[in-house]
């Protein structure tokens, strides 16, 4: 659909939680609040093309 903003998929580092957060491009290096269980977790500032497992 509309590819014109980019968005970044992160999951939540509480192991309890776990969420898949999906963030803004303009919120890399910055701090975000997961909407489920609060946690503060950082924006990775690089790509998060994750082929390597
Ligand atoms: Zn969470």
Known sequence: MSSDK???M???P???CR???HVPETAR???IKC???GTICRVPE???SAKAG
């Open 19 to 21: 969420k898949v957060l």
């Open 35 to 37: 909407r489920s269980c």
């Open 46 to 48: 690089g790509p998060a």
């Open 6 to 8: 980019k968005t970044i």
């Open 29 to 31: 290096g910055k701090s």
């Open 10 to 12: 992160m999951m939540c």
């Open 14 to 16: 509480k192991l309890t």
